[in-house]
C-alpha cells in the first residue's frame, strides 16, 4: 500500500471518529436544552412498572406540625390502601403490610380502651353508668326494678289523700272491658273506686257504683271510659286514663300527672 493510500485511510478514520464524538456531544447538548424530556420519560417509566409490595414496617412518624386528626386520617388512609392492595394482589408481602399494621392499631385500641377504664375508677364522675344509667343488660333490669318500686311507692302514697274515680258508659262494650282493668289497678294499691254512671246503666261489681250528677260536666269530660284522681281539699282533678288502657299505662300516666293537676270547676 502506498504512503499517500495509508495517509488517506488515517484521515478518513480521524474524521469519522471525530464526526461520532462531535454528533454525540451535540446530541447530549441538546438535551440538556431540553431537559423535561427525561423527566417525562422517567414518569412514564414508573407508569409501566408493576406494583411493588408495601413494605411490611408500620407507617413512618407525621411531620411535627401535623394535627392528631389529618395524622388519623393518613394512618387510615394506609391502612386502607394495604387492606385494598392486599386483597387485589394477595401476595404475602401485601397481607403481611397489612397485618402488621392492623395489630399496631388493635394493639393501640386496647391501650385505649385500658386508659379509659382506669380514668373511670379515678374519676367516677365520669361513668356514663352512673349519670345516665346502666348500660349492660342485666344493670338495665335492676335500674328498671329501681324505677318500678319507686313509682309504686309514690302511687301507694296518694291513696290517702286522691279518690279514685271511673266515669263510664254501662251500655259501652269498652267501658264494660276497662272496668276489669279499673278493678284490678284498685285491687293492686288497695284503692276505692267510686263508679259514677254517665248513661244511667250501671256496670256491676262496685262498691260505691251512683248516677252522674253533674261531675262529667264541671270536670268537661267527654270520652268514656274515663279515670280521675281526684283531691277533695285542693279541689284538683287529675285524668289518668281514657279508653283501653293497661295497668302499667295508668301508673305511667300518674307517675307523668303527679305535679300537673287542675282545679275543679
Request: proline share 4%.
Amino acid at each position: 500500500m502506498k504512503l499517500s493510500q495509508i495517509y488517506w485511510l488515517l484521515f478518513i478514520c480521524y474524521f469519522s471518529s471525530f464526526q461520532n464524538l462531535q454528533g454525540g456531544w451535540l446530541n447530549r447538548k441538546a438535551e440538556g436544552w431540553f431537559w423535561y424530556e427525561d423527566r417525562e420519560k422517567e414518569e412514564k417509566e414508573k407508569e409501566n412498572e408493576p406494583h411493588r409490595p408495601l413494605s411490611p414496617t408500620v407507617i413512618s412518624a407525621s411531620p411535627p406540625s401535623i394535627t392528631a386528626t389529618e395524622e388519623m386520617a393518613l394512618i387510615r388512609k394506609e391502612l386502607e390502601e394495604r387492606l385494598n392492595r392486599a386483597i387485589l394482589e394477595p401476595s404475602e408481602e401485601n397481607v403481611l403490610a397489612y397485618m402488621q399494621m392492623q395489630k399496631q392499631w388493635i394493639g393501640q385500641s386496647s391501650q385505649f380502651s385500658q386508659a379509659w377504664v382506669k380514668n373511670v375508677l379515678n374519676h367516677p364522675n365520669l361513668d356514663a353508668r352512673l349519670t345516665a344509667g346502666p348500660t349492660t343488660q342485666y344493670g338495665v333490669q335492676v335500674q328498671k326494678q329501681v324505677l318500678r318500686e319507686q313509682k309504686e311507692e309514690k302511687i301507694r302514697s296518694l291513696v290517702d289523700s286522691h279518690g279514685l274515680f271511673f266515669f263510664y258508659e254501662g251500655k259501652s262494650k269498652t267501658s264494660q272491658a276497662f272496668s276489669f282493668v279499673a278493678k284490678e289497678f284498685a285491687k293492686k294499691y288497695g284503692w276505692q273506686v267510686f263508679a259514677i254512671s254517665c248513661d244511667g246503666i250501671f256496670i256491676t261489681g262496685f262498691d260505691y257504683n251512683q248516677m252522674d250528677q253533674g261531675i262529667t260536666q264541671r270536670l268537661r269530660i267527654g270520652h268514656f271510659p274515663a279515670l280521675y284522681l281526684i283531691e277533695p281539699k285542693k279541689q284538683s282533678a287529675v285524668p289518668i286514663a281514657f279508653g283501653l288502657s293497661s295497668v302499667d299505662q295508668i301508673e305511667e300516666n300518674i307517675d307523668i300527672q303527679l305535679k300537673e293537676t287542675r282545679s275543679l270547676l
